[in-house]
């Protein structure tokens, strides 16, 4: 069983990404991300993010329409 993170129990990052790779529930999408990210400069993932983020909710917003 993997123990839910907590906040009487803080994890650092390079643990959160551990938990999160474990986690069975979690997608292999962002398990790959996750994977990636580790490798790059942190704040190029959050650029990359933004810009991501920008894309999607275009995205929802035009199958709302």
Known sequence: ?????TKKYPLKSEEQIAWILAHPAMSPWLKQALRT???RD???VLNDL???RHVMNSKLSECMR
């Open 1 to 5: 069983m993997i123990p839910e993170p």
């Open 37 to 39: 990210a580790r490798e």
């Open 42 to 44: 942190p704040n190029a």
């Open 50 to 52: 933004e810009v991501l």
